[in-house]
């Protein structure tokens, strides 16, 4: 009789592990699950959300990335998941919900064959040459557009705020954007660069109408002049930019000094006050209007600025002093007795102090070739004005998009059933299981014209079936033919003026395909509890999807 053996126990006995087939079921589950929540945010018709963050503050939006950053999930898949809507927001700003939407379609399209014992590696294999002649599609179909014409730009733009919350008043949002990232791009021969979120400030102060905005042609910031009696207007200013403290240097270390004697203590204060001189000497002999620190300014720099007619700024942002110095061609200085003439900048046209609302701000305006802006926002509360900026982020990197890649693919979900039925044809050449995985990419891009018309309240099956044949016998002919989410009909969007950029939905497809590979090769879950007690990884509950989610 052999002897029986005890199990060897490897993992601490409070640490949860699970494998093989329930794990990536699991996953698919979490993925499904976290889809759903966003689901109806998808095309005009999309519905709103309500979500309390942890600070007590409420975020009313149905953009996907704003919504899933706000929630916190227990289950590791459905953290991943939450990553792709970031990871599109940061690449090009727009279809944070379709990623979503579509990895968990691509998903559940695996489900069956995880179910019937299919290795993930089949599955990942079809998946993978479904997205290269996906992305083969789009190059193939995709429209060029002229980068010089502002009304073709403007409606690119236009489509793509169509869904949001700022489309009644689209053609000022289309012109804000469109004017921001303009504003900002640098030609440079062959290279260009747009960057927006460096060089393009949004300035959100609550009060007056949402047609009220307006993009600054320079920079404007939340600071006053440092004393009551400095000029609050100066036409064609020559400005200084500094980044050290305009007062006495404080030791870095503690020291003391022994004072036997009035004279020694007042020959201390004229030190201090000789070197305060010293430094306003060495800015005021470049005869400069606005003089802009981002430290502190003492009251003795003060006054010597006053009486030499210097208005003077303290403790600015560094973004504010890197944009103010692109738009007036200053240098910022570190060692005021190092300034220059070519430091000074000097294409700031106007420079303005104003009150809005209760607060003061520091317009520099009239710049020539400013290459940086500030948006300024208005609207009713908070709620509207962080809605607002959110779009127009969106709308901004739109229009970035078209500027770096001008090419368009019809929206609508036309894109994506011209892929699907591309796929479907191509798939009768594909031998073995890789066929029907492959089929699987076909029909889970079916999701998003599905979507679209569900949110709008159609007849799911039936208008589905009017697109699928219509793409089916006009073939590439009839590839711009999508589902209006306004009305719920099919329409061709060329004449809907409905586009979408090409990098957004390529970004879409690998970020969705890719990561859902990802998660099918996944075959173990650990997650176990620190030395503090705390738990370092979620414990998946895979009981239900929705227990894997904590709002």
């Not at 289309?174 to 791009?185: G, I, Q, R, S, Y």
């Not at 926002?377 to 969106?394: F, I, P, Y």
Request: net charge neutral.
């Amino acid at each position: 009789m052999s002897q029986q053996q005890l199990p060897v126990m490897v993992l601490q006995t409070n640490t949860k592990r699970e494998s093989g087939r329930k794990a990536q079921l699991g996953n698919i589950a979490a993925g499904k699950a976290v889809a759903d929540i966003v689901r109806t945010c998808l095309g005009p018709r999309a519905m709103l959300k309500m979500v309390l963050d942890a600070m007590g503050s409420i975020v009313l939006t149905n953009d996907g990335n704003a919504i899933l950053r706000e929630i916190d999930v227990n289950h590791p898949a459905a953290k991943s998941m939450i990553e792709l809507s970031r990871a599109q927001d940061e690449n090009v700003g727009d279809g944070t919900t379709s990623v979503i939407i579509l990895a968990g379609e691509v998903l559940a399209m695996a489900e069956s064959w995880i179910e019937k014992g299919t290795h993930p590696r089949l599955i990942i294999g079809g998946y993978t040459k479904a997205l290269q002649d996906s992305l083969d599609v789009i190059d193939r179909l995709a429209v060029k557009v002229d980068t010089n014409n502002r009304e073709e730009l403007l409606k690119i733009v236009n489509s793509s705020i169509g869904t949001k919350f700022i489309s009644r008043w689209g053609d000022i949002m289309t012109n804000l954007a469109l004017d921001a990232v303009l504003a900002v791009t640098i030609q440079d021969g062959d290279r260009k660069e747009i960057d927006i979120k460096r060089y393009a400030k949004v300035e959100k102060i609550p009060g007056g109408e949402i047609t009220d905005c307006r993009v600054v042609s320079g920079v404007m910031f939340n600071k006053d002049v440092t004393h009551a009696q400095m000029r609050r207007r100066i036409e064609n200013p020559r400005i200084i930019l500094l980044d050290c403290p305009l007062e006495y240097k404080k030791a870095e270390s503690k020291f003391s000094i022994e004072v036997t004697s009035e004279e020694h203590w007042t020959q201390v204060l004229k030190t201090e006050e000789a070197y305060v001189e010293n430094l306003c000497k060495s800015i005021l002999a470049l005869k400069p209007d606005v003089v802009i620190t981002e430290k502190g300014v003492s009251d003795l720099a003060q006054h010597y600025f006053l009486k030499n007619n210097v208005t003077a700024l303290r403790r600015t942002r560094k973004t504010d002093s890197n944009r103010l110095a692109r738009c007036c061609g200053a240098t910022i200085v570190n060692r005021p007795d190092e300034l220059k003439e070519s430091d000074v900048g000097t294409r700031c046209g106007l420079f303005e102090v104003r009150k809005i609302g209760d607060e003061f701000f520091s317009f520099f305006e009239e710049c020539k070739e400013p290459k940086a802006c500030t948006i300024l926002l208005r609207g009713a509360n908070k709620d509207v004005l962080n809605e607002t900026e959110r779009n127009l982020h969106d709308a901004m990197g739109v229009a970035r998009n078209v500027l770096l890649d001008p090419r368009l693919v019809p929206g609508g979900g036309a894109i994506e059933m011209a892929i699907s039925q591309a796929l479907m044809t191509k798939a009768n050449s594909i031998e073995g299981v890789q066929q029907w995985t492959y089929r699987g990419i076909a029909n889970a891009l079916e999701v998003i014209p599905r979507t679209l018309a569900e949110n709008c309240g159609a007849k799911v099956i039936r208008i589905l079936t009017e697109l699928r044949a219509k793409h089916s016998t006009e073939g590439d002919k009839g590839f711009s033919w999508g589902i209006d989410g306004e009305k719920g009909t099919l329409a061709d969007m060329k004449e809907l003026g409905v586009w979408e950029t090409v990098s957004v939905k390529t970004q879409t497809l690998k970020t969705a395909i890719e990561a859902s590979c990802l998660l099918l090769r996944v075959d173990d879950i650990i997650s176990g509890l620190s030395k503090k007690g705390q738990q370092t990884g979620g414990a998946p509950q895979m009981e239900a999807p929705e227990g894997a989610m904590e709002e």
